[in-house]
């Protein structure tokens, strides 16, 4: 589906230390934008696809086109057998507990996946049940009350939050009095890993014409905003580079 297998990701791992600076096999990549990507909305018009890019998708107006290619050559992702990455597709909890399995794997962890996750009643089936098992086992994830996983629903921008705090091994960190967001209050569930987000650069939402600045926690985390995510995380030093 979209996710490099374990055989060749070692060979990766050398790509990603170059292509974290932006300088990958196929050439520099243009800077992306600065701000987290907006709701889903595919352009009418779209130019030939970077040179040497492996998704026919991923152009040189792709907003985070840099970040996407870095999770390509770092292993990260592989995208469709279609030749795609559809940047503005949501992604799933199942995905994203590979592409953090992966992301992970930047550090050198060995592949230890169980076969089967009993803590959840709903990933038997799944093709990540592995990488499921491993986030639950690393403590980034504890599932749902009724416990479910719900490895097919989307992954929302706050439990996003969530599992890269977690990721990072919980760093130490005390919340603003003042939410650097004005859709995120101070009593929000994650306050504390959307704000952590925020400090580190990792996530800087949306700002307005009057200075304010949104995160939209409750929106599905789209593939482009993915690869933003892991490649910051990275560039702060959270995995190692190479």
Same mark, same amino acid.
């Given at each position: 589906?979209?996710?490099?297998?374990?055989?060749?990701?070692?060979?990766?791992?050398?790509?990603?230390?170059?292509?974290?600076?932006?300088?990958?096999?196929?050439?520099?990549?243009?800077?992306?934008?600065?701000?987290?990507?907006?709701?889903?909305?595919?352009?009418?018009?779209?130019?030939?696809?970077?040179?040497?890019?492996?998704?026919?998708?991923?152009?040189?107006?792709?907003?985070?086109?840099?970040?996407?290619?870095?999770?390509?050559?770092?292993?990260?992702?592989?995208?469709?057998?279609?030749?795609?990455?559809?940047?503005?597709?949501?992604?799933?909890?199942?995905?994203?507990?590979?592409?953090?399995?992966?992301?992970?794997?930047?550090?050198?962890?060995?592949?230890?996946?169980?076969?089967?996750?009993?803590?959840?009643?709903?990933?038997?089936?799944?093709?990540?049940?592995?990488?499921?098992?491993?986030?639950?086992?690393?403590?980034?994830?504890?599932?749902?009350?009724?416990?479910?996983?719900? !490895?097919?629903?989307? %992954?929302? #921008? &706050? +439990? $996003? @939050?969530?599992?890269? *705090? /977690?990721? =990072?091994?919980?760093?130490?960190?005390?919340?603003?009095?003042?939410?650097?967001?004005?859709?995120?209050?101070?009593?929000?569930?994650?306050?504390?890993?959307?704000?952590?987000?925020?400090?580190?650069?990792?996530?800087?939402?949306?700002?307005?014409?009057?200075?304010?600045?949104?995160?939209? !926690?409750?929106?599905? %985390?789209? #593939? &482009? +905003? $993915? @690869?933003?995510?892991? *490649? /910051?995380? =990275?560039?702060?030093?959270?995995?190692?580079?190479?």
């Amino acid at each position: 589906m979209n996710l490099l297998p374990t055989s060749g990701r070692n060979a990766a791992k050398a790509a990603a230390a170059l292509a974290l600076t932006g300088v990958l096999a196929f050439g520099t990549v243009a800077p992306a934008v600065a701000a987290d990507p907006q709701t889903p909305g595919a352009s009418s018009v779209q130019p030939a696809a970077v040179a040497g890019s492996p998704f026919k998708d991923v152009t040189w107006n792709t907003q985070y086109a840099k970040e996407i290619l870095w999770v390509a050559q770092s292993g990260i992702s592989t995208g469709w057998s279609d030749g795609t990455y559809r940047p503005l597709a949501p992604v799933s909890r199942e995905a994203m507990a590979a592409f953090m399995h992966r992301l992970d794997a930047l550090k050198g962890s060995k592949d230890d996946l169980p076969d089967s996750v009993p803590a959840f009643n709903d990933v038997a089936n799944s093709q990540f049940r592995g990488e499921i098992g491993w986030l639950l086992g690393s403590g980034v994830t504890t599932g749902y009350p009724d416990g479910s996983f719900r !490895p097919g629903a989307s %992954v929302n #921008r &706050d +439990a $996003m @939050a969530a599992y890269l *705090y /977690r990721m =990072a091994g919980y760093p130490e960190f005390t919340p603003p009095k003042t939410s650097p967001f004005k859709d995120v209050s101070t009593s929000n569930q994650f306050y504390r890993e959307i704000s952590w987000l925020a400090s580190t650069g990792i996530s800087t939402g949306w700002t307005h014409a009057d200075g304010s600045r949104t995160y939209a !926690p409750l929106q599905p %985390v789209a #593939r &482009d +905003a $993915m @690869a933003a995510f892991m *490649y /910051r995380f =990275a560039e702060k030093g959270y995995v190692p580079k190479a």
